[in-house]
């Protein structure tokens, strides 16, 4: 689950950047508004990579997409982009779970394998 969800986490790094960009050439806001908001965004979701599999992990990421929807206020197509990220981020956590315990079952079948192909040679 972490592997996904760190890559969508990435991915959102990326898209805050170019949301940034695209605020930038709304005279209405200053630059250095634009860019801190983002910049703490942008931070927020590279940090949040270290924390997905500690408590609150996950909780954390879905405000960080609740607010890239809330975003889409500024930057209309963030309503999109949003939301197509928060689908992302259900399907790394829906899957990535899937994917864990499909490999803590391979595990454990073949450490209990072990033993026989042991006894098996010996």
């Known amino acids: 689950m972490r592997t996904l969800c760190a890559s969508t986490l990435i991915g959102e790094f990326f898209i805050i950047g170019f949301a940034g960009l695209v605020a930038m050439k ?3 806001l200053a630059t250095s508004t634009v860019w801190w908001v983002c910049g703490v965004a942008m931070l927020l979701s590279v940090l949040l990579c270290g924390t997905l599999t500690r408590p609150g992990g996950i909780q954390l990421g879905w405000i960080l997409q609740a607010a890239l929807v809330a975003s889409g206020v500024v930057v209309p197509m963030m309503f999109i982009l949003g939301a197509a990220f ?6 790394s956590i829906h899957y ?6 499909a ?3 391979w595990a454990a079948m073949a ?3 072990e ?3 042991g006894a098996a040679a010996g």
């Open 86 to 91: 928060g689908g992302l981020w259900w399907a």
């Open 103 to 105: 490999k803590a079952r």
């Open 26 to 28: 709304d005279d209405s």
């Open 96 to 101: 990535g779970r899937k994917i864990d315990e």
């Open 115 to 117: 033993p026989e192909a």
């Open 111 to 113: 450490e209990a394998a």
